[in-house]
C-alpha cells in the first residue's frame, strides 16, 4: 500500500534580499522639488525674458499706420458676402501692389508692400484699410494713395465683367433682328403672292416673339450697365486717409508679457530637462543604498556668513550660524565614540593615527568648511589636532590661508595657530605620517611636521577618493573615512564605487553625511537589512 503522505522535500531557496522597489524619480514630487530647487535658473530665464520684451518695445516699436474705411457698393445681381470677399481679393492682388508701388515710387517690391496691407470687412457694404510704414506720414500717404489705385482698379473690373455680359446680349440681339429681317422679307412676298394665309401668320408670330426677346435683351444691357455704373460711382470713402493711434504702452505691456511667458516657460522645460534625464542622487535613501551605510546627518544648505563677517564674530568671540554645526558635532560626537581604549578605558588622547578623513564627494569647500570648525571644536575641548589636506585643489589650506589673511596674518582666532599639511605630489597618492618605519613620508622636509604629529591627539583630514586611484594610502594618515556627499553633484556609482575603495583599504566606513537634501525628504537614510544582507552575500 503507497503511503500518500510521503513526498519530497523541496530545496531550500535562497533568501530575497531585493526588498521594495525604489520609487520612480518622475513624479508629481520629485519634479516640484526640482522646480523648487532651480527657481533661480527659471526666475533669471523668466526675468530675461520680460527685459528681452521691454527691449524690443522700446528699441523696435511697432510701425506706423495709416487707415482708411470705404463704402462697397455691389451689383444688385451679386450675393453681399460673394462680392465682398472678391472686393478684398481684388485688393491684395499684386497688380493693385505693383501700381501703388509705382506711383508712389518705393523702393521695395511689390509682394513686400502687398505684407503691409490689411483688409478688415467690418461689414458686407464697410471696408478697412490698413497700411503698415516706418512713420505716420508714409503710411497715411501710402494709405491714401492704394485707395486711388484700388478703386480704379476695382471699377475696371466691374466693367469688365458688365462688358462680357453686354456683348454677349448684344450678339444675340444682332442675329435676331437679321431673323426678324428675313421674317419680314419672307412675310412681304407670301403677301404678294396672296398664298397661305396660316404661313402668313406664322411669320407674323414668330416676328412678333422675336422683338419681344429684342425687347428684353435691350433692356437687360440697359440694366447691367446701369447697375455697373452705380456700383461704381456709390463706392466711395466714408473716412479718409488718417494714422492710426495704437498704445505705446499696451505694445510694451504685451512685449514684456510674452517676454516673460516665454522666458519662463523655456526655464522651467530646461529645469525639468536635466531633472529627468539626471543620474545623481539626492536622497538620504538613495545615498544609503549606493554606499551601503546610514546617512546619520543631513543638512538641508551649507550656507555660512560671508567670511570677513564670519571671522569679526570669531573674534569677538561668537560664532556664525550654520546648518555645518550639525554635521560638525556629529564628527565630533564619533570621534569620542571611536576613541582606542586601553584595559577597557577610553584613552582621554589617543594619539595620531586615530582620527577621520572627510571625503569630499561634491564640492570640496563644503567638507573644507567641515573639517575647518572640526578643527576649532576639537581644540575647544582641549585636544592638539594634525590637519592634513589631501584635496586635489587644497581647498581646506586655501581656506584657512584665507582666514589668517583676513584676521592680518597675526594669526588669531581665525587661523588658531594651525597648520595644515599639505603633502608633495600626487595627494590620492601620498603616504602619511603613519605608515610606520622605513617607509617615506611624502611632506616637505622642511615643515616640522614630526613634532606636530608626535604632539597630536586626532588627525583630521580632507580627502577626494578618485574612482581611478586606489586608497590604500589612506590608511598611512587616518583609520576611518565619513564622506561627505553634495546632493545632486554625484551619482549612485560614483558613490558606490568610492564606498568600496574605502573598504578595500582596510578603512572604516561609519556613515555618510549629506549637504544640500530636501527639505521635503522623509526617506529613511539608513541601509534596508534586504540591501545589507545582499550586500554581505556578495562580498562573501
Do not use: C
Not at 456683348?167 to 403672292?193: D, I, P
Not at 576639537?378 to 589631501?390: K, Q, S
Not at 603613519?434 to 616640522?448: E, K, M, Q, T, W
Not at 583609520?479 to 574605502?502: F, H, N, W, Y
Request: net charge neutral.
Amino acid at each position: 500500500m503507497i503511503d500518500m503522505a510521503w513526498r519530497i522535500q523541496d530545496e531550500e531557496q535562497d533568501v530575497d534580499f531585493t526588498g521594495t522597489p525604489r520609487p520612480l524619480m518622475g513624479t508629481w514630487h520629485y519634479l516640484r522639488n526640482s522646480l523648487r530647487r532651480g527657481w533661480r535658473t527659471w526666475a533669471s530665464l523668466s526675468f530675461a525674458g520680460a527685459l528681452i520684451g521691454l527691449g524690443l518695445a522700446v528699441f523696435l516699436p511697432p510701425p506706423s499706420q495709416g487707415s482708411v474705411t470705404l463704402l462697397m457698393a455691389h451689383p444688385a445681381n451679386l450675393e453681399a458676402q460673394s462680392a465682398m470677399s472678391t472686393d478684398v481679393s481684388l485688393l491684395t492682388t499684386r497688380e493693385v501692389s505693383a501700381r501703388t508701388v509705382a506711383r508712389l515710387r518705393l523702393p521695395m517690391t511689390p509682394e513686400a508692400f502687398r505684407a503691409t496691407i490689411t483688409a478688415d470687412p467690418v461689414t458686407t457694404e464697410v471696408l478697412t484699410i490698413t497700411v503698415s510704414a516706418p512713420d505716420t506720414e508714409s503710411a497715411v500717404r501710402r494709405a491714401a494713395a492704394l485707395t486711388s489705385v484700388y478703386l480704379d482698379f476695382r471699377a475696371t473690373q466691374l466693367r469688365s465683367l458688365s462688358s462680357g455680359l453686354v456683348n454677349g446680349y448684344e450678339a444675340r440681339v444682332a442675329g435676331m433682328q437679321k431673323e426678324v429681317a428675313q421674317l419680314n422679307t419672307q412675310y412681304a412676298v407670301a403677301s404678294q403672292e396672296g398664298g397661305n394665309q396660316t404661313q402668313a401668320t406664322e411669320l407674323l408670330t414668330r416676328r412678333s416673339q422675336l422683338n419681344s426677346q429684342i425687347y428684353d435683351m435691350q433692356q437687360s444691357i440697359a440694366d447691367a450697365a446701369l447697375t455697373t455704373d452705380a456700383a461704381v460711382s456709390s463706392t466711395h470713402v466714408i473716412d479718409e486717409a488718417q494714422p492710426v493711434k495704437g498704445s505705446l504702452k499696451r505694445a510694451a505691456a504685451l512685449d514684456v508679457a510674452s517676454g516673460l511667458i516665454g522666458g519662463t516657460a523655456l526655464g522651467v522645460g530646461f529645469v525639468l530637462f536635466r531633472a529627468l534625464t539626471s543620474t545623481t542622487v539626492r536622497r538620504r535613501e538613495d545615498v544609503a543604498v549606493a554606499m551601503s551605510v546610514p546617512v546619520r546627518y543631513s543638512v538641508a544648505s551649507a550656507s555660512r556668513l560671508p567670511q570677513r563677517l564670519r571671522n569679526r564674530l570669531r573674534r569677538r568671540g561668537r560664532s556664525g550660524p550654520s546648518d555645518l554645526d550639525v554635521l560638525v558635532r556629529g564628527l565630533e560626537a564619533h570621534l569620542e565614540e571611536s576613541a582606542p581604549t586601553a584595559g577597557g578605558e577610553r584613552l582621554s588622547t589617543p594619539g595620531p593615527g586615530h582620527g577621520v578623513a572627510v571625503a569630499a564627494i561634491g564640492d570640496p569647500r563644503i567638507a573644507a568648511a567641515v573639517v575647518d570648525s572640526l578643527v576649532d571644536a576639537v581644540r575647544a575641548h582641549g585636544r592638539v589636532p594634525f590637519v592634513a589636506d589631501l584635496s586635489a585643489a587644497g581647498a581646506l589650506a586655501r581656506r584657512r590661508a584665507a582666514d589668517r589673511h583676513a584676521s592680518g596674518g597675526r594669526g588669531g582666532p581665525a587661523a588658531n595657530g594651525v597648520t595644515v599639511f599639505r603633502p608633495t605630489g600626487v595627494p590620492a597618492l601620498a603616504t602619511g605620517p603613519a605608515a610606520g618605519h622605513g617607509r617615506a613620508v611624502d611632506l616637505p622636509d622642511d615643515v616640522s611636521w614630526r613634532e606636530a604629529w608626535e604632539q597630536a591627539d586626532v588627525v583630521l583630514a580632507l580627502v577626494q577618493v578618485d574612482p581611478g586611484i586606489d586608497a590604500e594610502n589612506l590608511r598611512t594618515w587616518v583609520d576611518r573615512v565619513v564622506p561627505l556627499v553634495t546632493a545632486g553633484e554625484a551619482s549612485a556609482e560614483l558613490l558606490e564605487t568610492t564606498a568600496e575603495l574605502v573598504r578595500a583599504a582596510g578603512l572604516v566606513l561609519p556613515f555618510a553625511m549629506l549637504v544640500g537634501a530636501d527639505r521635503t525628504d522623509e526617506s529613511f537614510g539608513a541601509v534596508a537589512l534586504g540591501e545589507a544582507a545582499r550586500r554581505l552575500v556578495g562580498q562573501s
